[in-house]
């Protein structure tokens, strides 16, 4: 489970989230990811039971809201757990 993915996690727990919000969340915090990385990665969350989909229909044109399961809640608290068991050791 590496950062992107538990970011991912994070703001999909409180809200649904998509794709384009997602990529510009992330590029705030100084991630540029791609289009073409960050859909496919929403695809393997929500196919490994991370994330369950939403299509809702926007103006006209589907658009997948992504929201974390129960088991990515679980996943998620794991998670937040050891990166704050690294950042008290990291952190002086
Ligand atoms: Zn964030």
Redo the contacts with the bound molecule.
Sequence with gaps: MGFIQI?IL??ASEDSVFGSWMLD??K??GYNLSAGTMYPLLRTMESTGLLYREDRNVGGKIRKYYKTTPYGEKVLYEARRKAYELFKEIHN
Excluded: D, K, R, V
């Design positions: 970011h994070h703001h969340e992330l705030s915090h």
